[in-house]
C-alpha cells in the first residue's frame, strides 16, 4: 500500500463512503482498457491489491509490487515459493509465477466452444486448435473463478472512483 498522503486521504474517503476497503489498482491499468477490465484480489503474502486478469498483468504485478523476476525461466534460475494465502504449490520458477497464479489461483479457462474441452492456459488452448482439426476454427469462452470483479475504467477521474470503490496508484 502506498503511503502517498493524496492516496491515504482517498483511500480515507472511499472507505467512509463505501463502508469498506476500496479496491485498488494500480494506474497503469487504465492505458490498457478503454472500459471495462476484470479483477481479482492478489493474495500474494498479503497483499492488499487487485489483478486485471491478463498474464502480462498479473507478471508486471509479480515484479513490480512483489520483486519477482517473472522473465527468468532458465535452468540456472534458481526457484521460489509460491507465497499466495493458502498455496501448497512449494517451488517454481520466477518465470512461471504468473502463470502459476492465473490458472491455479485466479482459476482462469479457455473453453473450446466445438468440443467443450477446457485448458488452464491460453496457449494450450490455441494448441488445441491447430492439433485438432475438428477445432480449428473453433470460438472460445473464458471462465473465471470466484471473486471476479469488473469495473469500468471510463468512470475513474482523478484515480478514483466512489461509485465504484476504485483507488489507483503509481
Known amino acids: 500500500m502506498t503511503t502517498d498522503p493524496q492516496s491515504l486521504f482517498v483511500h480515507a474517503l ?3 463512503h ?3 476497503n476500496p479496491i485498488i489498482i494500480d494506474e497503469s491499468l487504465l492505458s490498457d482498457y478503454d ?7 492478489c493474495q500474494w503474502n498479503g497483499c492488499t491489491m487487485h489483478l ?21 525461466t532458465s535452468e540456472e534460475t534458481q526457484k521460489i515459493s509460491c507465497l499466495w494465502m493458502g498455496c501448497s504449490h512449494v517451488q517454481m520458477k520466477p518465470g512461471n509465477a504468473a502463470r502459476h ?14 468440443c467443450r474441452k477446457e485448458y488452464t ?8 486448435t491447430q492439433e485438432k482439426v475438428a477445432c480449428q476454427s473453433a470460438r472460445t469462452v473464458v471462465s473465471y473463478g470466484d471473486g471476479v470483479r469488473e469495473i469500468d475504467t471510463g468512470c475513474i477521474n482523478g484515480g478514483w472512483s466512489a461509485g465504484q470503490n476504485v483507488l489507483c496508484i503509481p
Open 14 to 16: 472511499l472507505d467512509e
Open 18 to 20: 463505501n463502508g469498506g
Open 35 to 41: 472500459s471495462k477490465v476484470k479483477l481479482q484480489p
Open 52 to 72: 486485471a486478469l491478463e498474464h502480462k498483468h498479473v507478471a508486471k504485478h509479480l515484479q513490480q509490487r512483489h520483486g519477482i523476476n517473472t522473465s527468468a
Open 101 to 114: 497464479v492465473l490458472s491455479t489461483h485466479l482459476e482462469i479457462k479457455w473453453i473450446c466452444l466445438t
Open 121 to 128: 492456459r491460453e496457449d494450450a488452448f490455441r494448441r488445441h
